[in-house]
Structures are given as C-alpha cells and as structure tokens.
Nanobody, 121 residues
Framework: QVQLVESGGGLVQAGGSLRLSCVGS????????MGWFRQAPGKEREFVAA????????HYKDSMKGRFNISRDNAKNTMYLQMNNLKPEDTAVYYC??????????????WGQGTQVTAAS
C-alpha cells in the first residue's frame, strides 16, 4: 500500500504561482511513478503531469507544457508541481496519484485526498 498526502494549494490571483507537494509513504512509494491530476467542478478528473520513479522521464498534458513543472525528491519521498502563470481555468482540486507505469498510461493505483487550487481573475 502507498499513502499520499498533498499540500500547497490555495488562492492566488491569475498570473500567480503555487507549488504543490505530495509526500508518499509505504513500502513501495519510492518505486512508483507519480503524477498529478485535477478535477474542476462539474468535470471529470483529468491528467496533468507525471514523473517516473527514477525521475528521468516526465509526461505533461499538452496544455500544461511551459507553465507547469513536475519533479520529485526520492530521498524525501516527495513529488512537486510548480505551477506558474495560473489561469482561472486551472481552478480545481489537484490530486496526487501513484502507480506502476503511471508515466506511460496516466492512471493511478493510489490517490491522495486532494488540495484545492483557486486562481482568481
């Protein structure tokens, strides 16, 4: 089992930045690919970005490229999402996910509880 806890969400003005963190724990947390997903009100959860367990490979949804940056520190069992130039349409609950092969098939086996991100216009 892998447990995930997100933090770092909040309210920012459009054009601002936030950095989300996700701490993983459990026997195999450091061996899993990890990723970020988000769900806006009335919409389905969507993939945002993922990173391989080695940190060597990343995968972004096309619309996030250039604004968002995913990284991880395996020594701290922590993954990050740096979000720049936030737009109102980025407003959503952001979830951390983990799973084997997530960076390829963009689906997670384990989930965090989510953190709210609001970009006000």
């Amino acid at each position: 089992q892998v447990q995930l806890v997100e933090s770092g969400g909040g309210l920012v003005q459009a054009g601002g930045s936030l950095r989300l963190s996700c701490v993983g724990s459990g026997r195999t947390a450091s061996e899993c690919d990890m990723g970020w997903f988000r769900q806006a009100p009335g919409k389905e959860r969507e993939f945002v970005a993922a990173i391989a367990w080695t940190g060597s490979t990343t995968h972004y949804k096309d619309s996030m490229k250039g604004r968002f940056n995913i990284s991880r520190d395996n020594a701290k069992n922590t993954m990050y999402l740096q979000m720049n130039n936030l737009k109102p349409e980025d407003t959503a609950v952001y979830y951390c996910g983990a799973g084997y092969g997530l960076v390829v098939h963009t689906s997670a086996d384990y989930w965090g509880q989510g953190t709210q991100v609001t970009a006000a216009s």
